[in-house]
């Protein structure tokens, strides 16, 4: 990145919108704790299966964490991030709209491979557009931002638990609006090491 780039005002803006995918993340991984029992009872569910469910997102997680290399480098980082905002917002969506555990179980995969990938891709892009002296602190917002949509999602499930029965669709649902403005908000430059290894693997 050049001087110029490095002391722009807006590379803390640039940081702290791809950190977003970190709240989410963070928000994501606990707002079922507050609709697990419900669901359980909603549909019968067995132990069995009522741990795969409340599961199927970290399952998501773990195949994005292992293949989010490769959408990275291939589409970009930026790309690849926006993606990620797709992925969460139909997670959302999906899940407070399903009929069913499948759907659910589906629904939740998908904003979970989202998450898996948002820990390469995230930390990547804000390493890549920092200049040395600031790359610790942008690079950390990542990690505050998991920590911070955690704390958000027990404070939502709080405030939508008296909705009455479908008070658990609103707590999933809800991920849908950071997602979104995590997507509307997402203009920002392509990384020259990003753009780098783009062109590479074209060439290859």
Not at 98 to 121: D, K, N, Q
Not at 173 to 193: C, D, H, K, N, T
Request: aromatic fraction near 12%; proline fraction near 3%.
């Amino acid at each position: 990145m050049s001087d110029s780039q490095a002391s722009n005002p807006r590379l803390f803006f640039w940081a702290l919108t791809s950190a977003l995918a970190g709240f989410i993340f963070g928000f994501d991984t606990v707002v079922i704790s507050g609709a697990e029992q419900t669901i359980q009872e909603l549909w019968g569910l067995g132990a069995g299966m009522h741990g795969l469910v409340m599961s199927m997102a970290l399952w998501g997680t773990v195949l994005g964490a292992i293949l989010g290399g490769w959408p990275t480098d291939k589409f970009g980082r930026k790309k690849t991030l926006v993606w990620v905002g797709a992925l969460y917002f139909v997670s959302a969506v999906c899940s407070a709209l399903a009929p069913e555990a499948i759907t659910l179980m589906i629904a939740r995969f998908i904003g979970g491979v989202g998450i898996g990938i948002s820990t390469v891709a995230a930390p990547l892009y804000i390493s890549e557009i920092s200049p040395a002296e600031k790359r610790g602190r942008l690079a950390g917002m990542f990690q505050f931002n998991i920590v911070f949509g955690i704390l958000i999602a027990f404070l939502s499930n709080f405030l939508l638990g008296g909705l009455g029965e479908n008070a658990w669709r609103w707590m999933l649902g809800v991920e849908a609006v950071p997602a979104l403005i995590y997507m509307v908000l997402f203009f920002l430059p392509i990384s020259q090491r990003g753009l780098s290894g783009m062109l590479k693997h074209k060439t290859k």
